[in-house]
């Protein structure tokens, strides 16, 4: 049996939204008259967690002692180097969980391998974005991940009909799905996004239809 694949995706641009937005109302709006059953709405993960409150200004964070002394550690282009984002890593994830991912990390640095300290201290750090991470007007927050993705998407779905899912994609082709409502398209879905048709920057467009080849066919 060959993998399923897309005919299209159509990225939606949408007003800038925020922490007074409801996302599956938003999933639904959008999305209405585009999709059909067997497409997929997809979602950036950075506006989802705006949905949820989870944007957050660096000096609304008083970070301790502790993460002002670990975040010397991590390479500085990295989303935990400043105070602020480590100490709200430390109250995501738990001190002791942090500090275990530290001495995984330094027992990968032996190795030479990357990857110990989120596999240890837990995946939803490395999905903390630090500041100029998102567009405006998030550009000087802290963006944590989405708190219970695979609950949004099935909401979403019984909401609008369609598959759905929640990617974090960059634009180095890295895709990591955080939700998803039928996981036999994963790999199809993960293709379909690797060129981060969510944009990055300004484009102003967290949502993505990728239309089901047969939708595409029954409209020609």
């Known amino acids: 049996m060959s993998s399923p694949t897309f005919a299209g995706k159509i990225p939606i ?36 967690a705006i949905t949820q409150g989870r944007a957050i200004l660096p000096e609304d964070v008083k970070p301790g002692w ?6 010397r550690f991590p390479q500085k282009s990295g989303s935990l180097a400043t ?21 995984a990390a330094a027992v990968g640095r032996l190795l030479r391998r990357k990857g110990y300290f989120y596999i240890v201290a837990g995946r939803e750090l490395a999905l903390i974005d630090d500041v100029a991470g998102t567009m405006y ?9 989405p708190r219970e993705p695979q609950r949004v998407v099935q ?11 929640i990617a974090d994609v960059n634009d180095l082709g890295c895709v ?10 994963l790999e199809a879905v993960i293709e379909a996004l690797r060129d981060n048709p969510f944009g990055n920057e300004d484009e102003q467009t967290p949502i993505v239809v990728l239309k089901h080849v047969r939708n595409v066919l029954a409209v020609g």
Do not use: N, W
Not at 155 to 165: F, L, P, S, Y
Not at 176 to 185: A, E, F, H, N, R
């Open 137 to 145: 007007p998030y550009e000087r927050h802290i963006v944590l991940g």
């Open 176 to 185: 990591d799905i955080l939700g998803i409502t039928d996981k036999g398209y």
């Open 66 to 71: 502790v993460a002002r002394f670990l975040c």
């Open 13 to 48: 641009r949408t007003h800038i939204i925020t922490e007074e937005d409801d996302i599956v109302e938003v999933a639904k709006r959008y999305t209405e008259g585009i999709v059909a059953p067997g497409d997929f709405i997809a979602l950036a993960e950075s506006v989802v």
């Open 83 to 103: 105070p602020a984002a480590m100490q709200l890593a430390i109250q995501e994830a738990g001190i002791f969980r942090i500090l275990a991912g530290c001495a």
């Open 155 to 165: 909401a979403i779905k019984q909401a609008t009909g369609a598959e759905a899912v």
